[in-house]
């Protein structure tokens, strides 16, 4: 297969990468360059970089870019040791920087292996760019060492401690996961949707264990789980959302025939916490809301709440 390398870096990769899981429905590389708070051209080198790592894929008729699971989710919910560890594994088995370290391992300098890479897999990127990106992916990863005076050498094994923080990003989320299912309920878990309703919500209860990272997280990662889950209600009722843009245009729509008034206000929470999250400076007050620890982690809860009662109600069960 065809391969291209762009010039970016280890930590502009993770950031795309998360911003696109942050933005559920795809994410355009504009929004991603807002994100970074970098230019358009470096977020386009990044998001595509995160397609040939296997991280994200794009829409060829859209432009937007939406997450590959594992992977993905495995980086952006990780600290930063483990995402290190995370990247590696997706990096090593990216066929040009295979080929990268292997050549590294014999000429000792990575401008020749760069070189050679390029060569032997008709790359269009230029020796230098390819360099710059390796060496930023394989130095973030510890893929390969920095020896001082602009020399690289390749390390060889994956070690105990390397094993062992993979394995605790994957019980992390097999842990979440299990006691989302626990508290939804199996019917619940197979009748969502697993990538856009499951997955976010779990990435949520993640983001909340670790809620002194990032207060918003869990509100972003919830909110985008409830308006996809808004979405299936709606399929469900034959409601035309188009145009219903967001969780409280969505919940106006469908309650106009559908669910409970109840079902409406939990949801009508949930909308406007998650507008007070992402859009910015508040016209009425001049400022942008802050996000407390307390509602990031209550969001979640509620979040899921709203999408246990609205599953009852469907069922003819009445329960919050």
Request: charged residues 20%; hydrophobic residues 40%; aromatic residues 8%.
């Amino acid at each position: 297969m065809p391969y291209t390398v762009y010039q970016t870096t280890a930590e502009e990769i993770i950031g795309a990468t998360d911003a696109v899981i942050q933005k559920g429905t795809g994410a355009n590389e504009n929004l991603i360059a807002e994100f970074l708070s970098t230019s358009l051209p470096n977020a386009q080198n990044a998001s595509k970089m995160a397609v040939e790592l296997g991280l994200v894929e794009c829409d060829s008729h859209t432009n937007l870019f939406t997450p590959l699971f594992p992977f993905a989710i495995y980086l952006v919910t990780a600290n930063q040791l483990q995402k290190a560890a995370i990247l590696r594994i997706v990096l090593e088995e990216y066929q040009p920087y295979k080929l990268f370290k292997n050549r590294l391992k014999l000429t000792t300098s990575s401008t020749d292996a760069s070189n050679q890479v390029k060569s032997l897999l008709s790359l269009a990127a230029h020796t230098s760019e390819i360099n710059q990106t390796f060496i930023s992916l394989g130095t973030f990863t510890n893929s390969i060492s920095n020896e001082g005076a602009g020399k690289y050498l390749p390390v060889q094994k994956f070690d105990y401690d390397f094993i062992k923080i993979v394995d605790t990003v994957v019980q992390s989320r097999q842990e979440a996961e299990s006691k989302i299912r626990e508290r939804l309920g199996e019917d619940i878990v197979q009748w969502i949707d697993t990538n856009d309703v499951f997955n976010p919500i779990v990435t949520a209860f993640q983001r909340a264990a670790e809620i002194q990272n990032d207060e918003r997280a869990p509100v972003v990662h919830a909110g985008n789980a409830i308006e996809s889950f808004l979405t299936q209600i709606g399929n469900h009722y034959n409601v035309n959302l188009t145009g219903a843009n967001g969780i409280n245009a969505k919940i106006d729509r469908i309650t106009a025939n559908h669910l409970t008034t109840k079902h409406k206000n939990i949801c009508k929470y949930l909308g406007h916490v998650r507008n007070a999250c992402d859009h910015g400076v508040d016209a009425s007050i001049g400022q942008a809301w802050s996000i407390s620890s307390e509602t990031g982690v209550e969001y979640v809860h509620i979040s899921l709440t709203a999408i246990r009662s609205i599953y009852d109600c469907i069922h003819g069960n009445y329960i919050i």
